[in-house]
């Protein structure tokens, strides 16, 4: 450890005894490291401002066939922005609202690849441990991944609420 460091950390012990030697100074101490506390973590939330994005998924421009999962990965982060996935529940009826932070609260200004997960009979373990059975995907495999599906958002800084509508081919 640095010789800077050890002081500094010894300096910060001294400090602790002498407010524990006073026990008039114990409140003061408790309501400094409340305060520092309360500075560290912040007052919940992440303090970037998000942009609420809702929308709709169908299959084959009909009905969703089961709830899935909508996933937003990002791949620039509008300045001043901190990259940062998302991702909703889609319901049986396709809408679902996109998280980031807080249920619902949306995407923060940048761009994403968007893909979307939806099992007719989900991927498991053997039961006899033999490994891994395939699951049967509701959705081809393209829009599986942000990489390969074309599905690319944009939200801008100080943009109003966003509503999308993708639309995915049958197999």
């Given at each position: ?14 400090w ?45 421009g009909g ?33 679902f ?11 923060l ?9 939806c099992?007719?009979?989900?991927p ?26 074309g599905?690319?958002?944009e ?17």
């Amino acid at each position: 450890m640095p010789a800077a460091t050890l002081r500094r950390y010894t300096v910060s012990l001294e400090w602790e005894a002498s407010i524990a030697m006073h026990p008039s100074s114990r409140n003061l101490g408790r309501g400094l490291v409340a305060v520092i506390l309360l500075a560290l973590t912040g007052c919940g939330g992440s303090g970037a401002k998000t942009v609420p994005v809702k929308g709709v998924v169908t299959l084959a421009g009909g009905p969703w066939p089961a709830t899935a999962t909508i996933q937003f990965s990002p791949l620039s982060a509008a300045d001043g922005f901190p990259l940062r996935p998302a991702s909703g529940n889609v319901q049986l009826d396709g809408a679902f609202k996109v998280t980031s932070f807080e249920p619902g609260d949306g995407l923060l200004p940048g761009k994403y690849e968007v893909s979307v997960e939806c099992w007719k009979s989900p991927p498991q373990m053997s039961p006899t441990g033999g490994g891994m059975i395939d699951g049967q995907s509701a959705v081809p495999d393209k829009y599986r991944s942000g990489k390969t599906s074309g599905w690319i958002v944009e939200v801008p800084t100080g943009s109003g609420p966003l509503e999308l509508k993708y639309d995915v081919p049958a197999k």
